[in-house]
């Protein structure tokens, strides 16, 4: 599928299977997540472009590469992003980090942003928009409408765990923005959970359940 990439490195896989396990504990939980965020990080910034730059090593002076183009911010969508905050920042520390909370109105059903708060030069960087899971697409989407409002161009959204309709919701919403995910799996049920997926992420990873 154009502009999806599921990241399927065996390392991956072997965790995602750790965390799906209801008899994992918050702490393994937590700790796991953290893991596969890091491992996602090395292959999402593969493409990331590289520029010259001069080098004087005790024998000589060459030619080397260096990372160039765009800085990265991490957004985490509230709150089960914050557990891919910590594993994305040990391998990119110098990315700036955004906070983008939505909830959802029990009339209108639309998600309404309750707390945004950025950095002040997001057009001028590579954002990655976090979420465990990716199930209908509709807090994906309405983050990325949020960041695009302020001024984002440049977004990639990275999830662990995707169920074939929210993938396809947020392509439709937005072609522009590439999505890395670590399992696409079967479908969501009647109550919006991805089957078989995880449980609600953001309960085992603050132990609210
Ligand atoms: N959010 C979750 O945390 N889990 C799901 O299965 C779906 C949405």
Known sequence: MENVTVLDHPLIQHKLTIIRDKNTGTKSFREVV???????????????????????????????????????ALIPILRAGL???????????????????????????????????????????????????????????????????????????????AAPEGVEALRKAHPDVDIYLAALDEKLDESAYIVPGLGDAGDRLFGTL
């Open 83 to 161: 557990g891919m905050v910590d594993g994305m920042l040990d391998l990119i520390p110098a990315a700036k980090v955004g906070h983008v909370g939505l909830y959802r109105d029990p009339e209108t059903l639309e998600a309404v942003e309750y707390f945004v708060k950025l950095p002040s030069d997001i057009s001028e960087r590579q954002l990655l928009v976090l979420d465990p899971m990716l199930a209908t697409g509709a807090s994906a989407i309405a983050a990325i409408d949020a960041l695009k409002k302020r001024g984002a161009d440049s977004l990639k959204f990275v999830c662990l765990v």
């Open 34 to 72: 953290d893991e596969i965020a890091r491992l996602m990080a090395y292959e999402i910034t593969r493409d990331m472009p590289l520029e010259d730059v001069e080098v004087e090593t005790p024998v000589a002076k060459a030619m080397m590469k260096q990372i160039s183009g765009k800085k990265v």
